[in-house]
Nanobody, 124 residues
């Protein structure tokens, strides 16, 4: 069964950090592009970051560049999103998603599999 499970969300103060995890099962990361998305209350879902099947290709939304870092551990079949310098506007449910592709490009796809999300709240 193909599954993605996010974890690591929580309450953090502005300027703080969190690391989100996306654990994959039923497939290996070298076959998929993984993306992180988020949806804030009352807003549309937006792309945050992604990583290609090789792990060499990454992409970030402009507002996350320099603050967020995506990485993966193939041995654990897990993708991470390190989030630093968090702002209240980063508050959202964060989802990871996957699509099967061996392309070096990780963005611009319709994602096939989604996790249930993890809530990140940035507040003092």
């Amino acid at each position: 069964q193909l599954q993605l499970v996010e974890s690591g969300g929580g309450l953090v103060q502005p300027g703080g950090s969190l690391r989100l995890s996306c654990a994959a099962s039923g497939f290996t990361l070298d076959r998929v592009a993984i993306g992180w998305f988020r949806q804030a209350p009352g807003k549309e879902r937006e792309g945050v970051s992604c990583i290609s099947s090789s792990g060499a290709g990454t992409n970030y939304a402009d507002s996350m560049k320099g603050r967020f870092t995506i990485s993966r551990d193939s041995a654990k079949n897990t993708v991470y999103l390190q989030m630093n310098s968090l702002k209240p506007e980063d508050t959202a449910v964060y989802y990871c998603a996957a699509t099967f592709t061996l392309s070096p490009r990780c963005h611009g796809y319709v994602m096939d599999y989604w996790g249930k999300g993890t809530l990140v709240t940035v507040s003092s």
